[in-house]
Every structure is written in C-alpha cells, then in structure tokens.
C-alpha cells in the first residue's frame, strides 16, 4: 500500500493475535501512548537487536506514558520462541496476513541481489494518546533508534 501515514494522521485501527494469549487492538491504547515498530522477521540479527532494546528500554518508555509493541508476520509460535530465547519484555503482535502491516504503509517493494520481493519496511509510529500518530520513522536503521524514539517520547506533550 502507501506510505503516505504520516505525522497528525489518525493512526489506523488494528486487532492482531498477541504474544501472551489473546488480541491486542488500537483501542486498548486509548489514553496512553503507543510505539509501535515493525521489524522483519523473529531471531534476525537486526530484528533481534531491535527488540532487545526496546525490551530494555521498557521502563523507560513506561515513565515517559508509552508502551511498546512490536510487530511483525511472525506466528505467535515462533514470537514465543524469540521473546523466550532472548528474554524479550515486550509483547509481539502476529500480522500473519500483513493486513496492519499494509495499512501502515510497511509492506513495501525491496530489493536484494538484484532479485525484487515485498517484505517489511523496519518502520516505527509513535501514536498519542487520542490515537493520533505523531512521529513515523521509515527504513530504520536498528542502531540509536530505540533511544530517538524515547527522546520523542519524552518530547510529546
């Protein structure tokens, strides 16, 4: 889809399996604010690096008033195996069908070896309390992006 989601958007609304049990839904945010980041694949050095920082940074985004949630097509089977082998702190949402994916403009064309495949733009929306999305970060690169995400945190009023 596009990328055209962008800062004072209405953040879409979602509802995916969560690591856990259960489903996790934009409206369960209502009142709090919302990081949500989309990585590639479970047990990948980048995405494995990733959510490892924003796992150790959990308090931190919780006195700042935010959660934190990642995302991506994984099954809940494997988001158990990962959060269990690193000792991840944060839950993991399955968009198996990259429906919310999609919505957020994070299903993008990439390319590898000069072969072309859709995959998963590593992107990460900072939602406000009222639902609205306030920062977006597109291809991101894993390392200091946990901390420039916090700052922003922090920042919003």
Known sequence: MSDSLKAGDKAPAFSMPVSGGGKIALKDFKGEKLVMFF????????????????????????RAGAKVLGVSKDSLA??????????????????????????????????????????????TFLIDEKGIVREVWRKVKVKGHVDAVLEAVKALK
């Open 39 to 62: 990585y590639p694949k479970d047990m990948t050095p980048g995405c494995t690096t990733e959510s490892k920082e924003f796992s150790a940074q959990k308090a931190a985004f919780a």
């Open 78 to 123: 494997r988001h158990e195996k990962f959060i269990e082998k690193e000792g991840l702190k944060i839950p993991l949402a399955s968009d198996a069908d990259s429906d919310v994916i999609e919505r957020y403009g994070s299903w993008i064309l990439k390319k590898l070896y000069g072969r072309e495949y859709m995959g998963i733009d590593r992107s």
